[in-house]
């Protein structure tokens, strides 16, 4: 059984800040990569993010130099930085995760987080 608990949603201005943060929890060996996805009514989940332990990174064209994406391994963490947000970020953010459990990997997922930027 894991869980994933996502914190750091809300409303903000174009050109503002917002730090979302995700912890997993639960039966836990290890978790070899975790991610960020987002999406919008009517399109398709997109990946923003994506971080393995050793610290690969990669990222969507559209948030490249905007977002960061980082990781808390001893908190089974992960959290996404987000600058320079603009109206087309708004989304409904969802932390993901392949987590290796008892004899198996299980990909996991939050509960999402609403993040709205507008004026």
């Known amino acids: 059984q894991v869980q994933l608990v996502e914190s750091g949603g809300g409303l903000v201005q174009p050109g503002g800040s917002l730090r979302l943060s995700c912890a997993a929890s639960?039966?836990?060996?290890?978790?070899?990569?975790m991610r960020w996805y987002r999406q919008v009514p009517g399109k398709e989940r997109e990946l923003v993010a994506a971080a393995t332990r050793r610290g690969s990174t990669n990222y969507a064209d559209s948030v490249k130099g905007r977002f960061t994406i980082s990781r808390d391994n001893a908190k089974n963490s992960v959290y996404l930085q987000m600058n320079s947000l603009k109206p087309e970020d708004t989304a409904v953010y969802y932390c993901n995760a392949d987590v290796v459990v008892f004899r198996d990997v299980v990909e996991s997922w939050g509960q999402g987080t609403q993040v709205t930027v507008s004026s």
């Open positions: 639960g039966s836990i060996f290890s978790i070899p990569a």
